[in-house]
C-alpha cells in the first residue's frame, strides 16, 4: 500500500508544471522583445547599411538575428492562452483574477508605448501615451472576460440552442473590443483564446487550435506549434508560486528596454 502511494506521488511529480510553462514563455517573449525594440531600432539607425534603395531589407547577420528572435516570440502568447484558460478553471475568485489582469493592462501601457511605440521625440515632447496600439495584456484580459462569461452560461440553465447563440455572440463581442481597443493580436488574439477554452479538455488540442487560429492572421505564428511539446508533458501542477513576478516582469522589462532604447538611440 505504501509502495503504491509513493509510485503514485512520483508519477504526479513528473512532467513539466505550470510555472515552467511560464518561464519559457517570460524568456521567449523577453527575446522577442529585444529584438522588436533593440535590434529592430538598430535596424533602421542606418538605413544604407540595412536597407536597399528599393526600401527593402538587407539579408544581412543583423536582419537574419532579428527575424530568428521574432521567430522565437512567436512561442510566447499561446502559452500565455494555455496557462490563462488554466488560470480561469484553478482560481479561488474570478473576478479578483479579471481585475488584477485589467489593473496590469493599465500599469503596463506607458513602458509598452515607450519601448515599441514612442521615439525618442515623443519622450522629449513629453509625450508617454501612443493610443493606436495597445499592450498584449489588454488582448488578454479581453479574452479572459470573453471566456468568463461563456463560462458562466455553460453554467446556467439556459437551453442549449440559446447557450450557443449567446456564446458566439461574446465571441463576437470580445474579437470587437480588441479591436476597437486595437490591442497586441487584436480580435484575433481574443478568439485564439476562446478556441483554447472550448478545447481545454484535451491539452494539446487547446493548443493546436490557438496556435491554428493565429496562424491564419499571420503564417510566422506557425512556430508556435513548437508549444505541443512542452505542453505535452504538462503535469496539471501549479509549481512555484511566483505569480507576482510574472506580473511585475511584463511591465518591468519593457520599461528597460525602453530606457535602452531612449537612451543608445
Not at 534603395?53 to 532579428?66: E, F, M, Q, R
Not at 508533458?233 to 509549481?239: A, C, L, M, T
Request: net charge positive.
Amino acid at each position: 500500500m505504501v509502495a503504491a502511494q509513493t509510485a503514485t506521488a512520483k508519477n504526479e511529480k513528473r512532467g513539466i508544471s505550470g510555472s515552467t510553462l511560464k518561464i519559457i514563455a517570460l524568456v521567449t517573449m523577453l527575446i522577442d522583445h529585444i529584438g522588436a525594440v533593440i535590434l529592430q531600432t538598430m535596424l533602421f539607425a542606418d538605413i544604407s547599411a540595412n536597407f536597399n534603395p528599393d526600401g527593402s531589407v538587407k539579408h544581412n547577420a543583423l536582419y537574419i538575428t532579428y527575424t530568428v528572435m521574432r521567430a522565437i516570440g512567436r512561442i510566447a502568447f499561446p502559452l500565455f492562452i494555455f496557462l490563462l484558460v488554466e488560470g480561469l478553471m484553478h482560481t479561488t475568485s474570478r473576478w479578483k483574477y479579471l481585475l488584477r489582469m485589467l489593473v496590469f493592462s493599465v500599469l503596463s501601457e506607458v513602458p509598452f508605448d515607450l519601448a515599441l511605440t514612442l521615439t525618442q521625440k515623443n519622450i522629449l515632447e513629453k509625450k508617454f501615451f501612443e493610443f493606436g496600439y495597445q499592450n498584449v495584456f489588454f488582448t488578454l484580459t479581453v479574452g479572459l472576460l470573453t471566456i468568463t462569461l461563456i463560462d458562466w452560461l455553460w453554467k446556467s440553465k439556459l437551453f442549449i440552442t440559446f447557450q450557443i447563440i449567446l456564446s458566439a455572440g461574446f465571441c463576437v463581442g470580445g474579437f470587437l473590443l480588441a479591436e476597437f481597443l486595437r490591442t497586441d493580436y487584436g480580435g484575433m488574439g481574443v478568439l485564439a483564446i476562446a478556441v483554447a477554452y472550448f478545447l481545454r479538455r484535451w491539452k494539446m488540442a487547446s493548443v493546436t487550435g490557438a496556435v491554428a487560429v493565429l496562424t491564419a492572421m499571420s503564417l510566422t505564428e506557425a512556430c508556435a506549434f513548437i508549444d505541443l511539446l512542452p505542453v505535452a508533458f504538462y503535469n496539471g501542477k501549479r509549481g512555484l508560486n511566483f505569480k507576482w513576478a510574472f506580473y511585475i516582469f511584463y511591465p518591468l522589462h519593457l520599461f528597460i528596454l525602453g530606457l535602452i532604447k531612449f537612451i543608445i538611440f
